[in-house]
Protein backbone atom coordinates (compact mmCIF):
# COMPACT_ATOMS: atom_id res chain seq x y z
CA UNK A 1 0.00 0.00 0.00
CA UNK A 2 1.14 3.70 -0.69
CA UNK A 3 2.50 5.16 2.53
CA UNK A 4 1.47 8.86 2.20
CA UNK A 5 2.19 11.94 4.08
CA UNK A 6 -0.77 14.13 3.00
CA UNK A 7 -0.58 18.06 3.47
CA UNK A 8 -3.38 19.85 5.69
CA UNK A 9 -5.07 22.06 3.12
CA UNK A 10 -8.00 20.19 3.20
CA UNK A 11 -11.64 21.62 2.80
CA UNK A 12 -13.34 19.73 5.88
CA UNK A 13 -17.58 19.71 5.28
CA UNK A 14 -19.44 21.36 7.99
CA UNK A 15 -20.92 18.40 8.90
CA UNK A 16 -19.60 17.59 12.39
CA UNK A 17 -20.16 15.35 15.88
CA UNK A 18 -22.74 16.49 18.20
CA UNK A 19 -22.00 15.94 21.96
CA UNK A 20 -23.97 12.38 21.57
CA UNK A 21 -22.71 10.78 18.78
CA UNK A 22 -19.23 9.05 18.15
CA UNK A 23 -15.83 11.42 16.24
CA UNK A 24 -16.31 10.54 12.80
CA UNK A 25 -12.97 10.10 12.49
CA UNK A 26 -13.30 6.28 14.19
CA UNK A 27 -15.93 5.42 11.45
CA UNK A 28 -13.71 6.55 9.23
CA UNK A 29 -10.98 4.28 10.53
CA UNK A 30 -13.43 1.24 10.18
CA UNK A 31 -14.30 2.41 6.87
CA UNK A 32 -10.44 2.44 6.05
CA UNK A 33 -9.75 -0.79 7.30
CA UNK A 34 -12.32 -2.96 6.18
CA UNK A 35 -11.89 -1.52 2.31
CA UNK A 36 -7.90 -1.83 2.81
CA UNK A 37 -8.45 -5.62 4.43
CA UNK A 38 -10.60 -6.77 1.46
CA UNK A 39 -8.04 -5.00 -0.82
CA UNK A 40 -5.38 -6.79 0.38
CA UNK A 41 -6.57 -9.89 1.00
CA UNK A 42 -8.03 -9.75 -2.80
CA UNK A 43 -4.19 -9.65 -3.59
CA UNK A 44 -2.98 -12.36 -1.47
CA UNK A 45 -5.67 -14.62 -2.08
CA UNK A 46 -5.38 -14.92 -5.32
CA UNK A 47 -1.99 -16.71 -5.97
CA UNK A 48 -2.96 -19.89 -4.54
CA UNK A 49 -6.32 -19.86 -6.17
CA UNK A 50 -4.81 -19.92 -10.20
CA UNK A 51 -4.32 -23.25 -10.76
CA UNK A 52 -8.05 -23.87 -10.00
CA UNK A 53 -9.04 -21.33 -12.06
CA UNK A 54 -6.94 -22.68 -14.84
CA UNK A 55 -8.64 -26.14 -14.84
CA UNK A 56 -11.98 -24.65 -14.06
CA UNK A 57 -12.24 -21.95 -16.43
CA UNK A 58 -9.64 -24.34 -19.01
CA UNK A 59 -7.09 -21.30 -19.17
CA UNK A 60 -3.92 -20.95 -21.09
CA UNK A 61 -0.51 -20.37 -19.30
CA UNK A 62 -1.04 -16.53 -21.12
CA UNK A 63 -4.67 -16.63 -19.51
CA UNK A 64 -2.99 -16.83 -15.93
CA UNK A 65 -0.89 -14.17 -16.60
CA UNK A 66 -3.45 -11.72 -17.53
CA UNK A 67 -5.54 -12.91 -14.39
CA UNK A 68 -2.94 -10.95 -12.23
CA UNK A 69 -1.36 -8.20 -15.07
CA UNK A 70 -4.99 -6.94 -16.06
CA UNK A 71 -5.49 -6.05 -12.21
CA UNK A 72 -1.88 -4.82 -12.10
CA UNK A 73 -1.43 -2.80 -15.67
CA UNK A 74 -5.15 -0.57 -14.36
CA UNK A 75 -3.79 -0.50 -10.55
CA UNK A 76 -0.38 1.41 -11.82
CA UNK A 77 -2.42 3.60 -14.48
CA UNK A 78 -5.12 5.08 -12.74
CA UNK A 79 -3.75 5.16 -9.20
CA UNK A 80 -1.90 8.85 -9.75
CA UNK A 81 -5.12 9.89 -12.04
CA UNK A 82 -7.50 8.90 -9.42
CA UNK A 83 -5.65 10.73 -6.35
CA UNK A 84 -5.92 14.06 -8.37
CA UNK A 85 -9.68 13.02 -9.10
CA UNK A 86 -10.04 12.80 -5.27
CA UNK A 87 -8.22 16.30 -4.92
CA UNK A 88 -10.63 17.55 -7.09
CA UNK A 89 -14.09 15.35 -6.34
CA UNK A 90 -13.76 15.04 -2.71
CA UNK A 91 -12.16 12.10 -0.88
CA UNK A 92 -14.86 10.46 0.56
CA UNK A 93 -17.04 10.04 -3.12
CA UNK A 94 -13.63 8.64 -4.72
CA UNK A 95 -13.50 6.50 -1.62
CA UNK A 96 -16.86 5.17 -2.05
CA UNK A 97 -16.82 5.00 -5.66
CA UNK A 98 -13.92 2.71 -5.39
CA UNK A 99 -15.47 0.62 -2.59
CA UNK A 100 -18.42 0.07 -5.35
CA UNK A 101 -16.29 -0.73 -8.23
CA UNK A 102 -14.32 -2.97 -6.50
CA UNK A 103 -16.84 -4.71 -4.95
CA UNK A 104 -19.28 -5.12 -8.14
CA UNK A 105 -15.86 -6.19 -10.23
CA UNK A 106 -15.33 -8.90 -6.89
CA UNK A 107 -19.14 -10.08 -7.68
CA UNK A 108 -18.55 -10.21 -11.59
CA UNK A 109 -14.92 -12.41 -11.34
CA UNK A 110 -16.39 -14.92 -9.09
CA UNK A 111 -19.16 -15.41 -11.75
CA UNK A 112 -16.63 -15.62 -14.33
CA UNK A 113 -17.67 -18.46 -16.99
CA UNK A 114 -14.72 -18.23 -19.18
CA UNK A 115 -10.81 -16.68 -18.99
CA UNK A 116 -11.78 -13.29 -20.78
CA UNK A 117 -14.74 -12.40 -18.45
CA UNK A 118 -12.28 -12.53 -15.43
CA UNK A 119 -9.77 -10.64 -17.20
CA UNK A 120 -11.75 -7.80 -17.66
CA UNK A 121 -13.49 -7.62 -14.90
CA UNK A 122 -9.98 -8.42 -12.77
CA UNK A 123 -8.97 -5.38 -14.69
CA UNK A 124 -12.40 -3.54 -13.98
CA UNK A 125 -11.05 -4.25 -10.22
CA UNK A 126 -7.81 -2.81 -10.76
CA UNK A 127 -9.46 0.15 -11.24
CA UNK A 128 -11.51 0.16 -8.18
CA UNK A 129 -8.72 -0.72 -6.26
CA UNK A 130 -6.45 1.90 -7.68
CA UNK A 131 -9.27 4.73 -6.05
CA UNK A 132 -8.94 2.63 -2.72
CA UNK A 133 -5.21 2.62 -2.22
CA UNK A 134 -4.75 6.40 -3.82
CA UNK A 135 -7.44 7.50 -1.29
CA UNK A 136 -7.14 5.21 2.25
CA UNK A 137 -4.44 7.23 4.10
CA UNK A 138 -5.74 10.55 2.30
CA UNK A 139 -8.69 9.79 4.23
CA UNK A 140 -7.03 8.95 7.55
CA UNK A 141 -4.30 12.27 7.93
CA UNK A 142 -7.08 14.26 7.19
CA UNK A 143 -9.58 12.34 10.10
CA UNK A 144 -7.00 12.08 12.85
CA UNK A 145 -4.25 14.61 14.01
CA UNK A 146 -1.36 14.56 16.74
CA UNK A 147 -1.25 11.41 18.68
CA UNK A 148 -4.49 9.78 17.53
CA UNK A 149 -2.77 10.00 13.99
CA UNK A 150 0.03 7.87 15.05
CA UNK A 151 -2.48 5.44 16.25
CA UNK A 152 -5.00 5.22 13.59
CA UNK A 153 -1.81 4.54 10.76
CA UNK A 154 -0.82 1.51 13.63
CA UNK A 155 -4.59 -0.20 13.26
CA UNK A 156 -3.94 0.34 9.54
CA UNK A 157 -0.79 -0.63 9.21
CA UNK A 158 -1.73 -3.74 11.94
CA UNK A 159 -4.46 -4.68 9.45
CA UNK A 160 -2.20 -4.93 6.34
CA UNK A 161 -0.08 -7.38 7.92
CA UNK A 162 -2.86 -9.37 9.25
CA UNK A 163 -3.88 -9.46 5.96
CA UNK A 164 -0.99 -9.89 3.58
CA UNK A 165 -0.18 -13.08 6.27
CA UNK A 166 -3.45 -14.83 6.24
CA UNK A 167 -4.35 -13.91 2.53
CA UNK A 168 -2.68 -17.52 1.10
CA UNK A 169 -4.42 -19.52 4.14
CA UNK A 170 -7.68 -17.67 4.08
CA UNK A 171 -7.46 -18.56 -0.18
CA UNK A 172 -6.59 -21.84 0.82
CA UNK A 173 -9.26 -22.71 2.69
CA UNK A 174 -12.55 -21.22 0.29
CA UNK A 175 -10.55 -23.10 -2.97
CA UNK A 176 -10.42 -26.37 -1.03
CA UNK A 177 -13.68 -26.28 0.99
CA UNK A 178 -16.07 -24.44 -1.37
CA UNK A 179 -14.86 -23.58 -4.79
CA UNK A 180 -12.04 -20.61 -6.05
CA UNK A 181 -15.21 -18.55 -6.86
CA UNK A 182 -15.52 -17.53 -3.30
CA UNK A 183 -12.21 -15.97 -3.01
CA UNK A 184 -13.99 -13.21 -5.18
CA UNK A 185 -17.20 -13.79 -3.31
CA UNK A 186 -15.84 -12.86 -0.02
CA UNK A 187 -15.47 -9.07 -0.71
CA UNK A 188 -18.80 -8.59 -1.28
CA UNK A 189 -20.24 -8.51 2.43
CA UNK A 190 -17.76 -6.77 3.37
CA UNK A 191 -17.61 -4.33 0.61
CA UNK A 192 -21.15 -3.69 1.21
CA UNK A 193 -20.40 -3.03 4.67
CA UNK A 194 -17.05 -0.26 4.22
CA UNK A 195 -19.67 1.52 1.53
CA UNK A 196 -22.59 1.72 4.50
CA UNK A 197 -20.23 3.02 7.02
CA UNK A 198 -18.71 5.46 4.30
CA UNK A 199 -22.15 6.75 2.87
CA UNK A 200 -23.57 7.20 6.65
CA UNK A 201 -20.41 8.90 8.56
CA UNK A 202 -17.02 9.34 6.72
CA UNK A 203 -16.67 13.14 6.35
CA UNK A 204 -15.84 15.05 3.22
CA UNK A 205 -12.61 16.49 2.39
CA UNK A 206 -11.15 17.97 -0.77
CA UNK A 207 -7.78 19.83 -1.65
CA UNK A 208 -8.36 23.10 -2.72
CA UNK A 209 -5.11 23.30 -4.94
CA UNK A 210 -5.50 19.84 -6.50
CA UNK A 211 -4.41 20.28 -10.13
CA UNK A 212 -6.15 19.37 -13.59
CA UNK A 213 -6.40 15.87 -14.23
CA UNK A 214 -3.64 14.93 -17.07
CA UNK A 215 -5.71 13.04 -19.43
CA UNK A 216 -3.14 12.84 -22.17
CA UNK A 217 -0.63 11.42 -19.56
CA UNK A 218 -2.83 8.84 -18.38
CA UNK A 219 -4.44 7.65 -22.33
CA UNK A 220 -0.23 7.32 -22.98
CA UNK A 221 0.77 5.34 -19.85
CA UNK A 222 -1.72 3.35 -20.29
CA UNK A 223 -1.63 2.32 -23.87
CA UNK A 224 2.77 1.83 -22.92
CA UNK A 225 1.87 -0.19 -20.51
CA UNK A 226 -1.04 -2.32 -21.87
CA UNK A 227 1.17 -3.24 -25.09
CA UNK A 228 4.72 -3.72 -23.08
CA UNK A 229 2.95 -6.71 -21.34
CA UNK A 230 0.88 -7.72 -24.00
CA UNK A 231 3.99 -7.92 -26.54
CA UNK A 232 5.98 -9.45 -23.31
CA UNK A 233 3.07 -12.47 -22.72
CA UNK A 234 2.64 -13.07 -26.18
CA UNK A 235 6.33 -13.70 -27.50
CA UNK A 236 6.25 -16.58 -25.04
CA UNK A 237 4.21 -18.49 -27.55
CA UNK A 238 4.27 -16.69 -30.87
CA UNK A 239 7.87 -15.88 -30.44
CA UNK A 240 9.73 -12.54 -30.40
CA UNK A 241 9.83 -12.34 -33.68
CA UNK A 242 6.16 -12.76 -34.23
CA UNK A 243 4.27 -9.56 -36.43
CA UNK A 244 1.94 -8.73 -33.46
CA UNK A 245 4.37 -9.08 -31.04
CA UNK A 246 6.88 -6.31 -32.53
CA UNK A 247 3.84 -4.08 -33.30
CA UNK A 248 3.08 -4.45 -29.82
CA UNK A 249 6.41 -3.87 -28.53
CA UNK A 250 6.98 -0.66 -31.14
CA UNK A 251 3.53 0.98 -29.54
CA UNK A 252 4.90 0.25 -26.38
CA UNK A 253 8.33 2.28 -26.96
CA UNK A 254 6.53 4.94 -29.16
CA UNK A 255 3.95 4.99 -26.24
CA UNK A 256 6.03 5.17 -23.39
CA UNK A 257 8.37 8.17 -24.89
CA UNK A 258 5.34 10.22 -26.25
CA UNK A 259 4.40 9.81 -22.43
CA UNK A 260 7.87 10.86 -20.93
CA UNK A 261 8.01 14.35 -23.51
CA UNK A 262 4.32 14.89 -22.45
CA UNK A 263 5.59 14.78 -18.90
CA UNK A 264 8.02 17.47 -19.33
CA UNK A 265 5.68 19.94 -20.93
CA UNK A 266 2.31 19.26 -18.42
CA UNK A 267 1.83 22.25 -16.35
CA UNK A 268 -0.46 19.21 -14.48
CA UNK A 269 1.93 16.41 -15.16
CA UNK A 270 0.65 13.12 -13.36
CA UNK A 271 4.29 11.76 -12.99
CA UNK A 272 6.61 14.36 -12.11
CA UNK A 273 9.70 13.51 -13.63
CA UNK A 274 12.06 16.17 -12.12
CA UNK A 275 11.44 14.19 -8.94
CA UNK A 276 13.96 11.38 -10.78
CA UNK A 277 16.75 14.29 -10.29
CA UNK A 278 16.59 13.18 -7.11
CA UNK A 279 18.84 10.09 -6.60
CA UNK A 280 16.87 8.52 -3.32
CA UNK A 281 13.51 9.16 -4.84
CA UNK A 282 15.42 7.09 -8.12
CA UNK A 283 16.73 4.41 -5.67
CA UNK A 284 13.49 4.16 -3.86
CA UNK A 285 11.40 3.65 -7.72
CA UNK A 286 14.31 0.97 -8.34
CA UNK A 287 13.52 -0.83 -5.25
CA UNK A 288 9.76 -0.76 -5.27
CA UNK A 289 10.42 -2.16 -9.15
CA UNK A 290 13.23 -4.64 -7.98
CA UNK A 291 11.31 -6.51 -5.19
CA UNK A 292 7.80 -6.39 -7.21
CA UNK A 293 9.74 -7.70 -10.25
CA UNK A 294 11.97 -10.13 -8.36
CA UNK A 295 9.88 -12.58 -5.45
CA UNK A 296 6.51 -11.36 -5.99
CA UNK A 297 6.55 -12.29 -9.85
CA UNK A 298 8.11 -15.17 -8.96
CA UNK A 299 5.58 -16.42 -6.58
CA UNK A 300 3.43 -17.04 -9.56
CA UNK A 301 5.39 -20.19 -10.91
CA UNK A 302 5.91 -21.21 -7.17
CA UNK A 303 2.29 -21.96 -6.57
CA UNK A 304 1.90 -23.62 -10.30
CA UNK A 305 4.84 -25.40 -8.98
CA UNK A 306 3.29 -26.90 -5.85
CA UNK A 307 -0.05 -27.63 -6.70
CA UNK A 308 0.39 -28.63 -10.49
CA UNK A 309 3.90 -30.54 -10.21
CA UNK A 310 3.60 -31.55 -6.20
CA UNK A 311 -0.39 -32.13 -5.93
CA UNK A 312 -0.52 -29.85 -3.19
CA UNK A 313 -4.35 -28.57 -2.52
CA UNK A 314 -4.57 -24.86 -2.47
CA UNK A 315 -4.94 -25.00 1.44
CA UNK A 316 -1.84 -26.71 1.86
CA UNK A 317 -0.15 -24.63 -0.71
CA UNK A 318 -1.54 -21.34 1.29
CA UNK A 319 -0.11 -22.72 4.60
CA UNK A 320 3.49 -23.97 3.15
CA UNK A 321 3.47 -20.20 1.85
CA UNK A 322 3.41 -18.65 5.40
CA UNK A 323 6.73 -19.25 5.62
CA UNK A 324 7.24 -16.19 3.22
CA UNK A 325 4.12 -14.08 4.09
CA UNK A 326 4.58 -14.76 7.98
CA UNK A 327 8.18 -13.75 7.90
CA UNK A 328 7.66 -10.53 6.65
CA UNK A 329 5.16 -10.20 8.42
CA UNK A 330 7.47 -10.64 11.72
CA UNK A 331 9.93 -8.91 10.19
CA UNK A 332 8.44 -5.70 9.46
CA UNK A 333 6.88 -5.19 12.65
CA UNK A 334 10.72 -5.34 13.32
CA UNK A 335 12.04 -2.83 10.92
CA UNK A 336 9.31 -0.20 11.25
CA UNK A 337 10.90 0.28 15.08
CA UNK A 338 14.25 0.21 13.21
CA UNK A 339 13.90 2.84 10.37
CA UNK A 340 14.36 6.28 12.23
CA UNK A 341 17.74 4.44 14.39
CA UNK A 342 18.91 2.90 10.77
CA UNK A 343 19.85 4.65 7.55
CA UNK A 344 17.35 4.03 4.74
CA UNK A 345 19.15 2.26 2.24
CA UNK A 346 20.96 -0.29 4.91
CA UNK A 347 17.75 -1.61 5.24
CA UNK A 348 16.48 -1.54 1.37
CA UNK A 349 19.70 -2.52 -0.27
CA UNK A 350 20.51 -5.34 2.31
CA UNK A 351 17.07 -6.14 2.33
CA UNK A 352 16.85 -6.82 -1.96
CA UNK A 353 20.37 -8.81 -1.47
CA UNK A 354 18.31 -11.36 1.17
CA UNK A 355 15.57 -11.47 -1.38
CA UNK A 356 18.20 -12.44 -4.46
CA UNK A 357 20.03 -14.75 -1.83
CA UNK A 358 16.33 -16.45 -1.41
CA UNK A 359 16.46 -16.40 -5.00
CA UNK A 360 19.27 -18.55 -4.89
CA UNK A 361 18.77 -20.86 -2.57
CA UNK A 362 15.34 -22.34 -4.19
CA UNK A 363 17.38 -23.01 -7.35
CA UNK A 364 18.91 -26.54 -8.13
CA UNK A 365 15.26 -28.20 -7.71
CA UNK A 366 15.08 -31.54 -9.47
CA UNK A 367 12.67 -34.40 -10.56
CA UNK A 368 12.94 -35.74 -6.86
CA UNK A 369 12.61 -32.54 -5.00
CA UNK A 370 10.31 -31.96 -2.20
CA UNK A 371 9.10 -28.67 -1.43
CA UNK A 372 11.36 -28.35 1.77
CA UNK A 373 13.60 -27.56 -0.81
CA UNK A 374 12.23 -24.35 -0.87
CA UNK A 375 11.93 -23.34 2.82
CA UNK A 376 15.41 -21.72 3.20
CA UNK A 377 14.96 -19.11 0.37
CA UNK A 378 11.87 -18.32 1.21
CA UNK A 379 12.99 -17.44 4.76
CA UNK A 380 15.51 -15.71 3.79
CA UNK A 381 13.56 -14.06 0.59
CA UNK A 382 10.47 -13.33 4.17
CA UNK A 383 13.16 -11.65 5.92
CA UNK A 384 14.49 -9.35 2.85
CA UNK A 385 10.58 -8.34 1.91
CA UNK A 386 10.20 -7.25 5.94
CA UNK A 387 13.90 -5.28 6.02
CA UNK A 388 12.44 -3.32 2.49
CA UNK A 389 9.07 -2.33 3.02
CA UNK A 390 8.83 -0.18 5.57
CA UNK A 391 11.36 2.28 5.01
CA UNK A 392 10.37 2.02 1.54
CA UNK A 393 7.99 4.74 1.78
CA UNK A 394 10.17 7.00 3.13
CA UNK A 395 12.17 6.96 0.12
CA UNK A 396 9.92 8.19 -1.88
CA UNK A 397 7.88 10.90 0.34
CA UNK A 398 11.06 11.51 2.85
CA UNK A 399 12.60 13.70 0.12
CA UNK A 400 10.28 16.33 -1.75
CA UNK A 401 7.77 18.71 0.08
CA UNK A 402 4.66 18.10 1.73
CA UNK A 403 2.82 19.44 -1.36
CA UNK A 404 4.52 16.53 -3.77
CA UNK A 405 3.92 13.74 -0.97
CA UNK A 406 0.72 12.37 -3.02
CA UNK A 407 2.44 12.00 -6.18
CA UNK A 408 5.69 10.58 -4.84
CA UNK A 409 4.58 7.86 -2.80
CA UNK A 410 2.18 7.28 -5.67
CA UNK A 411 4.96 6.77 -8.46
CA UNK A 412 6.21 5.02 -5.64
CA UNK A 413 3.36 2.27 -5.48
CA UNK A 414 2.82 2.69 -9.23
CA UNK A 415 6.49 1.06 -10.64
CA UNK A 416 5.42 -1.71 -7.60
CA UNK A 417 2.61 -2.35 -10.24
CA UNK A 418 4.61 -2.19 -12.81
CA UNK A 419 7.10 -4.16 -11.42
CA UNK A 420 4.42 -6.71 -10.90
CA UNK A 421 3.17 -6.86 -14.17
CA UNK A 422 6.33 -6.61 -16.58
CA UNK A 423 8.03 -8.95 -14.10
CA UNK A 424 5.28 -11.88 -14.62
CA UNK A 425 5.16 -11.25 -18.19
CA UNK A 426 8.99 -11.48 -19.11
CA UNK A 427 9.36 -14.25 -16.50
CA UNK A 428 6.79 -16.37 -18.19
CA UNK A 429 8.19 -15.62 -21.88
CA UNK A 430 11.16 -17.14 -20.22
CA UNK A 431 9.96 -19.89 -18.08
CA UNK A 432 7.64 -20.95 -21.36
CA UNK A 433 10.43 -21.30 -23.77
CA UNK A 434 13.03 -23.28 -21.12
CA UNK A 435 10.04 -25.54 -20.79
CA UNK A 436 9.70 -26.54 -24.36
CA UNK A 437 13.15 -27.43 -24.87
CA UNK A 438 13.48 -28.90 -21.57
CA UNK A 439 10.48 -31.57 -22.61
CA UNK A 440 12.18 -32.18 -25.78
CA UNK A 441 15.34 -32.80 -24.00
CA UNK A 442 13.54 -35.19 -21.66
CA UNK A 443 11.13 -36.88 -23.76
CA UNK A 444 14.25 -37.81 -26.23
CA UNK A 445 16.33 -39.04 -23.35
CA UNK A 446 13.91 -40.95 -21.82
CA UNK A 447 12.77 -42.62 -24.93
CA UNK A 448 9.03 -41.54 -24.53
CA UNK A 449 6.53 -42.38 -27.09
CA UNK A 450 4.19 -39.40 -26.50
CA UNK A 451 4.71 -35.88 -28.28
CA UNK A 452 6.52 -33.44 -26.36
CA UNK A 453 4.17 -30.60 -27.19
CA UNK A 454 1.25 -32.54 -25.62
CA UNK A 455 3.55 -32.13 -22.67
CA UNK A 456 4.53 -28.22 -22.47
CA UNK A 457 0.47 -27.80 -23.10
CA UNK A 458 0.00 -30.41 -20.50
CA UNK A 459 2.17 -28.38 -18.29
CA UNK A 460 1.30 -25.21 -19.39
CA UNK A 461 -2.42 -25.63 -19.07
CA UNK A 462 -2.69 -27.37 -15.35
CA UNK A 463 -3.68 -30.81 -17.08
CA UNK A 464 -0.46 -32.87 -15.58
CA UNK A 465 -3.11 -36.02 -14.82
CA UNK A 466 -4.11 -36.34 -18.13
CA UNK A 467 -0.43 -36.91 -19.88
CA UNK A 468 -0.33 -40.34 -18.08
CA UNK A 469 -2.71 -41.26 -20.23
CA UNK A 470 -1.02 -41.14 -23.09
CA UNK A 471 1.84 -43.97 -22.45
CA UNK A 472 1.79 -47.23 -21.56
CA UNK A 473 2.07 -48.21 -17.71
CA UNK A 474 5.55 -49.03 -17.99
CA UNK A 475 6.79 -45.44 -19.27
CA UNK A 476 4.32 -43.72 -16.64
CA UNK A 477 7.13 -43.24 -13.84
CA UNK A 478 9.56 -42.06 -16.57
CA UNK A 479 6.98 -39.24 -17.61
CA UNK A 480 6.81 -38.00 -13.91
CA UNK A 481 10.18 -37.74 -13.88
CA UNK A 482 10.24 -35.92 -17.48
CA UNK A 483 7.34 -33.31 -16.02
CA UNK A 484 8.93 -33.03 -13.13
CA UNK A 485 12.15 -32.18 -14.32
CA UNK A 486 11.10 -30.11 -17.04
CA UNK A 487 9.02 -27.85 -15.07
CA UNK A 488 11.77 -28.09 -12.52
CA UNK A 489 14.41 -26.91 -15.30
CA UNK A 490 12.39 -23.89 -16.39
CA UNK A 491 11.92 -22.98 -12.85
CA UNK A 492 15.61 -22.65 -11.99
CA UNK A 493 15.92 -20.57 -14.78
CA UNK A 494 13.46 -18.06 -13.41
CA UNK A 495 14.09 -18.19 -10.34
CA UNK A 496 18.10 -17.11 -11.43
CA UNK A 497 16.42 -13.92 -13.45
CA UNK A 498 14.63 -13.05 -10.51
CA UNK A 499 17.97 -12.64 -8.12
CA UNK A 500 19.83 -11.11 -10.65
CA UNK A 501 16.84 -8.36 -10.95
CA UNK A 502 16.75 -8.57 -7.06
CA UNK A 503 20.94 -8.07 -6.82
CA UNK A 504 21.21 -5.08 -9.07
CA UNK A 505 18.02 -3.48 -7.54
CA UNK A 506 19.88 -4.04 -4.35
CA UNK A 507 23.19 -2.74 -5.45
CA UNK A 508 21.27 0.51 -7.47
CA UNK A 509 19.54 1.46 -4.51
CA UNK A 510 21.83 0.75 -2.10
CA UNK A 511 24.54 3.50 -3.85
CA UNK A 512 21.41 6.05 -5.15
CA UNK A 513 19.15 6.16 -1.45
CA UNK A 514 21.66 9.19 0.52
CA UNK A 515 20.70 10.33 4.06
CA UNK A 516 21.23 13.54 2.57
CA UNK A 517 19.05 13.65 0.26
CA UNK A 518 15.72 14.15 3.00
CA UNK A 519 14.52 16.91 3.99
CA UNK A 520 12.56 18.85 6.86
CA UNK A 521 9.11 18.35 6.75
CA UNK A 522 6.44 20.69 7.59
CA UNK A 523 6.05 19.42 11.17
CA UNK A 524 9.87 19.94 11.51
CA UNK A 525 10.33 16.51 12.40
CA UNK A 526 13.43 15.12 9.21
CA UNK A 527 12.45 11.97 7.53
CA UNK A 528 13.41 8.66 9.23
CA UNK A 529 16.76 8.60 7.38
CA UNK A 530 19.46 9.24 9.49
Not at 35 to 41: A, C, K, R, S, V
Not at 132 to 137: H, I
Not at 410 to 434: D, E, K, W, Y
Request: hydrophobic letters at 55%.
Amino acid sequence: MPDEIVQEDLVESNEGPTAKEVDPKWWTLTAVCLGTFMLLLDITIVNVALPAIQTSLKSSFADLQWVVDAYALTLATFLLTAGSLADLLGRRKLWMVGLVVFTAASALCGAAQNPLMLELSRALQGIGGAIMFAVSLALLANAFHGKDRGLAFGVWGAITGVAVAVGPIVGGALVTGLSWRYIFFVNVPIGVVAVVVTFAKVVESKNEHAKKIDWPGFILLTVGLASLVYGLIESGSAGFGSTRVTVALVVAAVAIAAFIVVEFRSEHAMFDLSLFRLPTFTGGSIAAFGVSAGIFSVLLYLVLYLQDVLGYSALQTGLRLLVLSGGIMVVAGITGRLTSKVPIRALIGPGLALVAVGLLLMRNLSATSHWTHLIPGLIISGIGVGCINPPLASTAVGVVHPRQSGMASGINSTFRQIGIATGIALLGTIFANRLQSAVASGVASHGLHVPAGAIVNGLEGGSVGGLFTLVAPAQRGELGLVIQGSFTTALNEILLVGAIVSAAAAVLSFVLIRSKDFIVSSAGATAPSH
